[in-house]
């Protein structure tokens, strides 16, 4: 079963725009994850946060974390059509020798 | 460094016909998975495994084995093809439980 939702499960911007993609999950949580992938090709790592922090920044990704509400955010400023891909959050729980659990995806698309 | 290598990249199985997906990583990580991604779906983990000569299941684990012999390849087998295993077949690996995964290219797998 699904941990994580992902909402919208579409999001359509311009370039420069700023792009806001929530997660949300059902059970406590070590640590939150979020991937990129390309179309047609294999998820990419972008950004872990762990359960004791509300934000982290890389790059033009800032990462907030809830736990209270069990949600999390992905934030893409000033977006560029190299951003279009479908992202991805995981939760890792704390059960151990368990693996993350993949919600269903936001479709990102920046047109120019 | 090749990270992670999946094998092969496409096939078409006829219903009953089996066949084994090759993973291998080189960045001596511990944890290996396998997941399935179909439109829709997002990515549901079918096996995985925490260390060499482990092997646990994950939520859509029927029809599917698996073996870890060697820590850098976890292989994945279908014994009896059936259409509802068309799917895209991704293996990813981490250092440990709750780190960031690096997932391989993906396998295309039709089975008619």
């Known amino acids: 079963s699904q941990q994580g939702e992902e909402d919208p499960q579409a999001l359509s911007i311009q370039e420069g725009e700023n792009a806001t993609m929530n997660c949300s999950y059902k059970?406590?949580?070590?640590?939150l994850q979020w991937y990129r992938q390309n179309s047609g090709r294999g998820l990419v790592h972008l950004i872990l946060?762990?359960?004791?922090?509300r934000e982290k920044h890389s790059g033009r990704l800032r990462v907030t974390l809830d736990t209270s509400k069990k949600s999390s955010s992905l934030l893409i400023t000033a977006s560029r059509a190299a951003d279009t891909a479908s992202y991805f959050c995981?939760?890792?729980?704390?059960?151990?020798?368990?693996?993350?659990?993949f919600g269903k995806g936001t479709t990102l698309s920046v047109s120019s | 460094n090749a990270g992670v290598t999946q094998t092969p990249k496409f096939r078409v199985l006829k219903t009953g016909q089996s066949m084994t997906l090759l993973c291998a990583q080189d960045?001596?990580?511990?944890?290996m998975y396998w997941y399935r991604q179909d439109p829709g779906m997002g990515l549901r983990l079918i096996h995985y495994s925490v260390g060499e000569g482990t092997t646990a299941k994950g939520e859509v684990p029927d029809g599917y084995n698996v073996s870890r012999l060697k820590k850098q390849n976890f292989l994945l087998g279908l014994e009896s093809a059936a259409p509802s295993q068309t799917s895209v077949y991704f293996c990813a690996s981490s250092r440990r439980q709750g780190a960031g995964y690096t997932f391989g290219s993906g396998t295309r797998l039709t089975v008619v």
């Open positions: 059970t406590s949580i070590n640590n």
């Open positions: 946060i762990r359960s004791n922090e």
């Open positions: 960045m001596n990580h511990e944890y």
């Open positions: 995981a939760t890792d729980g704390h059960q151990a020798g368990t693996a993350l659990i």
